[in-house]
């Protein structure tokens, strides 16, 4: 029974192209996020977001916009998609910590891996 | 937020003990240590997490100096299926948005060889 899970698993689009990945959690986490992956293997927070709040990195071009219709599920919009967006993308989730004995641990999906033609 | 250094990679063989050392010179007083695993093809998975001396879980152990300004993660006995990067993360763990703080580095490429 998959904790995160994401699709499509690859994506292959060409340039200007609008396109969506889905992302639903069953862990009854409060919080999902996105993040990109490049080549170098650097995991770059992309959003935050619970029921409350949309935090955003500033360095997110806005082409790439979260829709988040329930709290388990936070999809990712990308519009007029270009070269550089190529990457993996990571759905993941995580309880907003409140003390006690919640590690923070975040739960990631297996990924959605875009190429931009 | 505090930063990471760790080797970009490292080998081993199957049956070794493996010691993967991380620097976080800036470390904060409320902040934790936790690694991640990350498979290829796969998103990362929660290895271990500590805030000083020594936490061992089934999969692993963190050793914490007193000064805190670098933590060391053993696998003991690895094998091939080992063969992942590691990450090393510091945070408050209790701030509510930490995880977006988070600065994940490009990690530690372990090779376990036959």
């Known amino acids: 029974d998959t904790a995160v899970s994401q699709t499509p698993k690859y994506l292959v689009t060409q340039m200007g192209n609008d396109k969506s990945i889905k992302c639903e959690q069953n862990?009854?986490?409060?919080?999902m996020y996105w993040y990109k992956q490049d080549s170098k293997k650097f995991l770059k927070i992309m959003f935050s977001?619970?029921?409350?709040?949309?935090?955003i990195n500033e360095t997110v071009p806005n082409r790439f916009s979260p829709k988040s219709p329930d709290k388990a599920h936070l999809n990712l919009h990308i519009n007029s998609l270009e070269l550089g967006d190529s990457a993996v993308y990571f759905c993941?989730?995580?309880?907003?910590?409140?003390?006690?004995?919640?590690?923070?641990?975040?739960?990631f999906g297996e990924g959605s891996r875009l190429t931009v033609l | 937020l505090a930063k990471t250094t760790q080797p970009i990679s490292m080998d081993s063989y199957e049956g070794q003990e493996v010691n993967i050392t991380c620097s976080h010179n800036?470390?904060?007083?409320?902040?934790?240590i936790t690694w991640y695993q990350q498979f290829p093809s796969q998103g990362p998975r929660f290895i271990i997490q500590g805030y000083k001396t020594k936490v061992t879980n089934e999969v692993a152990s963190l050793f914490i100096p007193a000064d805190r300004k670098s933590s060391t993660l053993s696998l003991p006995r690895v094998s091939l299926s080992d063969t992942a990067v590691y990450y090393c993360l510091v945070g408050d763990i209790y701030y509510e948005d930490s995880n977006y703080q988070l600065i994940w580095g490009a990690g530690t490429k372990l090779i376990i060889k036959p």
């Open positions: 977001y619970n029921n409350k709040e949309l935090i």
């Open positions: 800036n470390i904060a007083t409320n902040d934790y």
């Open positions: 993941a989730s995580s309880s907003r910590t409140s003390g006690g004995t919640n590690t923070g641990e975040l739960f």
């Open positions: 862990l009854g986490h409060d919080t």
